[in-house]
């Protein structure tokens, strides 16, 4: 199994070296906490509140 990764910039999770959100694009890292899957977004207080506006795995935090 691959290791999970998340990027340090919008803190989806993959398991690519970068980020696979094209907006973003982003370097990936393996050192980051917590886990969060949003699947809709528009009705998620708590995606509101991490600022997530799109469906997927994300990290709580990354360092
Ligand atoms: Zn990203």
């Given at each position: 199994m691959k290791e999970l990764r998340a990027c340090r910039k919008c803190g989806r999770v993959t398991?690519?070296?970068?980020?696979?959100?094209p907006q973003c694009g982003g370097e990936t890292t393996l050192e980051w906490d917590g886990y969060i899957y949003i699947i809709r977004p528009e009705l998620s207080s708590l995606a509101k509140k991490i600022g997530k506006t799109t469906e997927g795995e994300y990290a709580i935090k990354t360092r």
């Open positions: 398991t690519e070296l970068k980020c696979p959100d």
